[in-house]
């Protein structure tokens, strides 16, 4: 092969071609051929090997949802007639599988009537194929089966990537308002359902208004991605991390109680201290604590956690903190029973 493709390669510079290029193949689909009769098997092994069909073949209904589950075929040819199980057993198992593992199945019976077809397709058979058949018929059909499929899988990646988009940010690449507050009512239920804690955590850049007007809304942009990438690398996988709206953040965390959450809120202020947000042909800008005498264009950062008990049906208090303070934390109990906890640290400037 090499040597084949090193000649013609030589020729096509030869004749005035100024570069070269292989198109690389695609791997041939996968038929599993599920028949008990060997002298069938191989005939229709033959017949789709000639249309460059990879093809394995199963001689039983068990060894067929082995390998479907194991190596996962573009299409299966199930004959209805095996001797371990019912043909359309085995089809009713390999249809339960998950829609995202679409296979399509033509099943190859000798019984031609009009029952045994309705079965076959009531049960999920997506073709049938009434024995004896000609060659033209298998490998039409096989390759019309195989289209389906091809449309299916580019459907499900499609639909994959518009419901990543529909609940991703896409500045940050965190998860977005709409999908924050779909799980928060789904985590806080949850909490209620089986008596586990849920904390939420609210982080807001203040002034930061004022980092764009100074600096020009790319900083401010950049600002926003490397404070997401900080928040990502501080909490679990578990937890949920979305951008509320603007320069503000919140973070779920699952099965937390107050004191684990003001723990997190801590690490990343202590990170946020330590963080420099660099610009382009200036010198870097390095965060610092500022006095409390701060002007309002000093841009600071708010953390507050809040902390709910499973047994209180109130929904976690997102109201803002006007406090501006050092790092500290405080403890309370609201009448509901909601047990809040405030990290109110101060952002430091962008010189």
């Not at 996988?237 to 801590?266: M, N, W």
Request: aromatic residues 6%.
């Amino acid at each position: 092969m090499q040597g084949w493709a090193s000649q013609v390669r030589a020729e096509a510079l030869t004749r005035g071609a100024h570069c070269w290029y292989i198109r690389p193949r695609l791997a041939a689909p996968r038929v599993l051929i599920v028949e008990d009769s060997r002298t069938q098997a191989e005939w229709l092994k033959q017949v789709l090997e000639r249309d460059g069909y990879e093809v394995k073949v199963a001689v039983d209904g068990r060894e067929a949802i082995r390998r479907v589950r194991l190596e996962s075929p573009d299409l299966v040819l199930l004959d209805l007639i095996l001797p371990d199980m019912d043909g359309l057993e085995v089809l009713r198992i390999l249809k339960a599988r998950p829609e995202e593992h679409f296979v399509p199945v033509i099943v190859l019976s000798v019984k031609a009537d009009l029952d045994s077809r309705v079965a076959g397709l009531r049960i999920g058979a997506d073709d049938f194929l009434a024995k004896p058949f000609a060659d033209a018929e298998i490998q039409a059909r096989a390759a019309a089966m195989l289209r389906i499929k091809n449309l299916q899988d580019q459907l499900r990646i499609t639909k994959g990537a518009l419901e990543k988009l529909s609940m991703t940010d896409g500045l940050t690449g965190l998860y977005n308002h709409r999908y924050f507050e779909q799980r928060l009512q789904e985590e806080f239920g949850r909490a209620q359902r089986y008596s586990d804690p849920v904390s939420l955590i609210m982080l807001d850049l203040d002034h930061f208004k004022a980092v764009n007007d100074r600096h020009g809304h790319p900083f401010g942009d950049r600002v926003l991605k490397e404070t997401a990438d900080l928040i990502s690398a501080s909490i679990r996988d578990p937890d949920i991390c979305a951008r509320y709206g603007g320069e503000e953040f919140s973070i779920i965390l699952p099965k937390t109680h107050l004191q684990g959450a003001l723990a997190v809120a801590e690490r990343f202020v202590r990170k946020m201290r330590e963080k420099t947000f660099r610009m382009e042909a200036t010198p870097p800008s390095r965060l610092a604590s500022p006095p409390r005498s701060a002007s309002p264009s000093t841009p600071r950062r708010t953390s507050r956690a809040h902390s709910c008990s499973s047994s209180s049906p109130t929904r976690p208090s997102t109201g803002r903190s006007e406090r501006d303070a050092t790092p500290s934390a405080s403890i309370r109990r609201s009448p509901t029973g909601m047990t809040s906890g405030r990290v109110d640290c101060a952002f430091p400037g962008l010189s």
